[in-house]
């Protein structure tokens, strides 16, 4: 008994160090961001000192026709400018229930595709701007995503 437990640690150890030290290392210039000139960012940030972002009310969705087996709960904000805060509080409603009914028509298999995340917030984006206008709305960020 004791020489197989022997067998099976060596084996481990073995089968551990082949991947460690044979498994391919990134480089470290694919782990750093790519600096722009002169140490500036080579791209023009996206969180602008003119927006706000406006929270929005959570949202609970059932999915599928099943019965009330799997749900979503997204919370997100409105991305917008300090003029227009008042005007995306007032539609409040208006781009929950847009945001209800895309989310009301995907089915479970949606949510396993590997590009869900940005095609589900370039149409939370879309209802957004439908609803408000592309002048009032910049965008739409996802604070919090649960599919149970």
Known sequence: MI?????????????FGI???LSPSAPAAALACAPGEGGKPAHTPLALEDHVYVELQEILVTIG?????RYVKIKTS??????HVSAVKKAEPMLVDAFVGYLR???LSDFESADFYPKMREQLAMRSEIVLGADASHGVLVTEF???
Do not use: C, H, K
């Open 105 to 107: 028509a995907l089915q």
């Open 65 to 69: 026709n099943e019965p009330a087996t």
């Open 146 to 148: 649960l599919l149970r």
């Open 19 to 21: 991947v460690y030290f």
């Open 78 to 83: 409105v991305i917008s400018d300090n003029s």
């Open 3 to 15: 020489p197989l437990v022997v067998l099976a640690v060596v084996s481990m150890a073995g089968a």
